[in-house]
């Protein structure tokens, strides 16, 4: 029996791992339409840092921009971003251009699996009729189509591709059939089989939609307990001692999955007529941190006397998580902004993200860490590793002209942790 042949579009956080998996039963394409990504691959390098090199080179994926080796291959899983746009909607160019180029060249009678996360209705609604355009063939009779939400985590080493039950639809009991089979002879931990693909594309965007809620209503308390001079991280430390209640903090909701997945559910609710009240209120104080923060801190500096005209700050972070290069929609750039109206000097450093990226599309020129020059404020925004292991011992950049002021978004230190010339301000 000829083994199934499996394609992977889209070769990014969340299709690059797939295709590894993969890649370790079956014969695998791995497509992407950026050359520069396909030339990395190959000589083993991965940018995402999701891979690593010998996994890379000791695999046997075929890695391609051509599309018309997709002919080939029966199975395929479109892995491509699914972000917004400036006006919070979604933005569904490159799943309609991946749909476009996958109908194009499919053979007949093959499956495809949608992983990207999108608005419940959307891979009927939008993708399915691309294909069948594209490709002159009817979804149900000549091709077939399923829906299996990504649950890729970037930078998590612990919960992978691997050990994370997978959620796998079809609208078609025997696809369905089909696709739990493959997908669950690489996933250890099985897969959860649905026969509605609106039932998963719902399921995906409500995982995320819950822990940007969650954390907004973390948010507000903090802002809440700095009022009141509380210190939330006590808090919810002393509330944390029930068993049922849960673990969330306050902080910065950027990146493509939390700060993204409410808002294509909101754009599918207001499209039927519904305005969603929670969902939007969460979206809307997540998205006022960075003001609040600033406003907040710049009062602190005012307090202890430092001169804004003069102040020279720091950033530590710029990524939108920790231990990871991503830069998509991260919110230190809001932080950023608005310190920028201020007309402050600011230096940033991450020792993750990609300098030149930065400079592209965020115009934020990075420093190396050793050469932070001495600060009035400094803001650890991304709780990288490299900060955890050199921050408390090397203090050289925090001291100038009087205790500076350390503002540790992520509460990754204690005060008792740091040099006595830095005062300590946490969200």
């Known amino acids: 029996m000829k083994k199934q042949r499996i394609a992977v579009v889209g070769l990014g956080y969340v299709g690059l791992p797939v295709a590894v998996e993969f890649e370790k039963d079956y014969p695998v394409l791995g497509l992407d339409i950026s050359e520069a990504r396909i030339n990395e691959l190959y000589n083993g390098y991965d940018r995402t840092n999701e891979v690593t090199t010998e996994a890379l080179k000791q695999g046997k994926i075929t890695f391609t921009s051509d599309a018309k080796k997709l002919a080939d291959y029966s199975f395929i899983i479109v892995a491509v971003p699914t972000p917004i746009d400036e006006s919070n909607q979604p933005d569904l160019t490159a799943l309609r251009k991946a749909?476009?180029?996958?109908?194009r060249n499919m053979a007949k009678g093959s499956i495809v699996v949608y992983e990207s996360t999108v608005y419940p209705g959307a891979t009927e609604e939008v993708c399915i009729p691309v294909l069948e355009e594209s490709s002159g063939m009817k979804e149900?009779?000549?091709?077939?189509?399923?829906?299996?939400?990504?649950?890729?985590?970037?930078?998590?080493?612990?919960?992978?591709?691997?050990?994370?039950?997978?959620?796998?639809?079809?609208?078609?009991?025997a696809i369905l059939e089909k696709i739990a089979d493959i997908y669950g002879s690489v996933?250890?931990?099985g897969v959860h089989k649905v026969d509605s693909i609106k039932v998963a594309e719902a399921a995906k965007v409500i995982e995320n939609t819950q822990r940007d809620l969650n954390i907004g209503l973390m948010n507000?308390?903090?802002?809440?307990?700095?009022?009141?001079?509380?210190?939330?991280?006590?808090?919810?430390?002393?509330?944390?001692?029930?068993?049922?209640?849960?673990?969330?903090s306050p902080g910065l909701v950027g990146g493509h999955c939390i700060g993204v997945d409410p808002y294509y559910l909101t754009h599918k609710a207001e499209s039927v007529g519904y305005t969603p009240k929670i969902i939007l209120a969460g979206r809307q104080v997540n998205d006022s941190v960075s003001k609040f923060i600033v406003a907040d801190v710049v009062k602190e500096m005012i307090r202890q006397g430092i001169d804004l005209t003069e102040a020279k700050l720091t950033v530590l972070g710029l990524t939108f998580k920790e231990n990871v290069p991503d830069l998509r929609n991260s919110k230190v750039f809001d932080i950023i902004e608005?310190?920028?109206?201020?007309?402050?000097?600011?230096?940033?450093?991450?020792?993750?993200?990609?300098?030149?990226?930065?400079?592209?599309?965020?115009?934020?020129?990075?420093?190396?860490y050793s050469e932070l020059q001495p600060a009035d404020l400094v803001i650890l925004a991304v709780a990288h590793d490299e900060f955890k292991e050199v921050l408390p011992k090397k203090n050289y950049f925090i001291t100038r002209r009087r205790p500076a002021l350390f503002v540790d978004l992520k509460r990754m230190f204690q005060e008792k942790d740091l040099p006595e010339n830095a005062n300590y301000w946490g969200l």
């Open 140 to 173: 149900g009779r000549e091709f077939f189509v399923g829906y299996s939400p990504e649950r890729i985590n970037p930078g998590d080493k612990v919960h992978t591709f691997r050990n994370i039950r997978k959620i796998v639809s079809s609208n078609q009991p």
């Open 187 to 189: 996933i250890d931990a």
């Open 99 to 103: 749909s476009e180029m996958v109908g």
């Open 338 to 368: 608005e310190l920028q109206q201020y007309g402050l000097t600011i230096q940033v450093a991450d020792p993750r993200a990609d300098s030149d990226e930065a400079i592209r599309d965020y115009g934020i020129t990075l420093m190396p």
């Open 220 to 248: 507000e308390l903090s802002m809440l307990f700095s009022i009141l001079d509380i210190d939330t991280k006590e808090v919810l430390k002393a509330a944390g001692t029930k068993w049922n209640f849960l673990n969330f």
